[in-house]
């Protein structure tokens, strides 16, 4: 097998730490087969019990059984099996392989969210445990990206194996700047101009721990605080679909204006899920350059180099500060800024990037 | 996909009832991805909830993790997640399907026993719901029975999909002999003539429930009833090695001479693991003549039509009549005898198959 496999593997173990009687769930597909036998090699070596399942989440199994009880009328319910599964685990590795990505364009998307609805539960059991969420390389992700498999390949292993310390360091720069910071302020060209609060929030420096690869900057917006617009220059992918060109203007932290160039139905139906998606959840700084383009897979373009994204929706509860409010929304949709050029972000008045580049790189 | 992936999923549904709710384990490995699909489609259409883990019994994640384990020095545990699956769940689907059935060639049969060990009490709660296990043809099983892997498929589907109601009948009239009688006698040639008491223990008609393809009729022998001599026709596969004319000599139900032409040491050694190892647990009648070959495979083998088989080791308790010794071991190994030439059944001293042919078929 690729050795880069094997290392990937190490960089899942050492993310949640897996020691000696772990219980441990592998969530994967056929495709990954050689990540997960990697897996389980190091969970040989350190003494812990593997479980591999499937996933739910894509994949022609489950493709089969959403059709299937769509047509019977089923109605989902929270297995308790699964349930049972998931709580007796100390430790889960979650692990995204498509053989094709679009496996899920025939279902009925209302079906879907039903029966991933049902399974939140056992969802947030999982992240009340140690987890991690990877990416393995296949040759339908490399065709999401529109890239040969194999340099699809070097980018995923570039982006995942990387000296860490120093991309912590790097980051660390940025968590003090927006820890230290009040108003933050995206400028980028004629079409982005927008200001938020971020007082009290703390910024997490991701760095391969729930997210592999890591490699951005994120907090919480103060919800009510966000006035200005944004054209987001990256495509939103949502089930399927690219919002090219999308467009919010906020004022008072709501999301007064909205367009897009195409599918801009999506986004509308987005914004409307309900209150909490008109406003932002999240504020993220991409650091990672290894991921130097665009792949449509949003676990790699939000921690792009030179970009910021924004999602309308949920905030993350780590990322409110004691007293600030927490925007709640079924939704968290992230949307991408290019700050590579004729760009700035401004903390407190103050230019901190410029075109890409980082104060504190000077 | 062929359509008799789709018509096996049925049997396997069909085998353990599976209804509305129930939470059903689809035990399978990554080469059996078809069936795993076609089972979810049932599961969805029934509205029973679908999990897919991987089986721990063979393929190179579990052997990753066992040579790993051994090197590392691990003791086994019985894992609390994967026994509170197995408590919540209702239903069972094993599937055996290999990519190389010589994967855990080079793991540690004592390792790889040990790891066994530890998941005993997970078997045994499986075996407390409605289960059953099956074969998925692969190239390797192919392989293993020195077919092309499309001769190899027929093989399969013909011995699952046939008429079920009129090998029921069929096999429902050996029941009935062996229900009625009390001593039974297996001859063949000048090398098998042995004599067993089944007097009180009731006989099972297998037809596709715990077993698919399902095709023998089978009972326990009273323990120290057995005597006389065996030598079985067709090799004894175990732990990749065969066991060639393997010949059991009995006394008061304990074997007190074996032997083999190749591997006898192995059949010593399955002998020597306790005293019921020396003891029958099981005679067996293959009735199912869709399986006209062997194929190193006892899943097929011992329903093989125009054969017996013998097993030395533990009873199944369903064949135990009130009163009877259940036989124990941790062992429990099927050996075949031909019975299609020079060959007969007697109950009671009535020849009830001769040759292959049974007599009520006349």
């Known amino acids: 097998m690729d050795p880069r496999i094997r290392e990937h593997a190490q960089v899942l173990a050492d993310a949640i730490d897996l020691s000696e009687g772990d219980n441990l769930v592998v969530k994967s597909e056929p495709v990954a087969d050689d990540l997960v036998v990697a897996i389980f090699e190091i969970a040989g070596d350190r003494g812990a019990n593997p479980l591999a399942v499937r996933t739910n989440r ?4 489950i493709r089969g059984y959403l059709r299937a009880a769509d047509e019977a009328d089923v109605e989902f319910e929270t297995p308790p099996h699964e349930q049972a599964l998931v709580e007796a685990a100390d430790c889960h590795i979650a692990i995204r392989a498509d053989e094709n990505v679009t496996e899920l364009d025939d279902v009925d998307s209302e079906v879907n969210s039903a029966y991933q609805q049902a399974h939140s539960p056992i969802l947030d059991e999982r992240l009340t445990d140690r987890w991690t969420l990877t990416q393995h390389p296949t040759p339908a992700s490399a065709q999401l990206a529109e890239m040969s498999t194999e340099a699809y390949e070097n980018f995923v292993y570039d982006a995942i194996l990387k000296d860490w310390d120093e991309q912590r360091a790097f980051q660390e720069h940025m968590v003090d700047i927006l820890d230290e910071g009040e108003e933050v302020r995206i400028v980028s060209g004629e079409t982005t101009d927008v200001t938020m609060s971020i007082a009290g929030n703390p910024a997490i420096n991701d760095t391969n721990v729930h997210n592999i690869p890591g490699g951005e900057v ?3 917006p103060v919800p009510d605080s966000v006035a200005g617009e ?6 939103v992918y949502r089930n399927g679909k690219e919002v090219i060109d999308a467009r919010l203007v906020f004022e008072d932290g709501e999301v007064v204006e909205h367009g897009a160039s195409k599918n801009e139905a999506v986004l509308t139906s987005i914004l409307d899920t309900d209150p909490g998606a008109r406003r932002l959840g999240e504020l993220g700084i991409g650091m990672n350059r290894d991921i130097d383009q665009f792949t449509y897979n949003m676990l790699f373009d939000e921690k792009m180099g030179d970009t910021v994204h924004m999602a309308v929706g949920r905030a ?20 991408i800024v290019d700050m590579s050029e004729d760009s700035r972000i401004e903390v ?4 901190v990037q410029e075109d890409g580049v980082f104060v504190f790189e000077e």
Chains 1, 2 share one sequence.
């Open 230 to 235: 944004v054209l987001f220059d990256k495509p």
């Open 316 to 335: 993350y509860e780590d990322t409110v500060g004691e007293g600030n409010e927490q925007n709640q929304s079924a939704q968290h949709v992230d949307m």
């Open 348 to 351: 407190d008045g103050e230019v």
């Open 58 to 61: 894509g994949g022609r199994a």
């Open 218 to 220: 994120f907090t919480a």
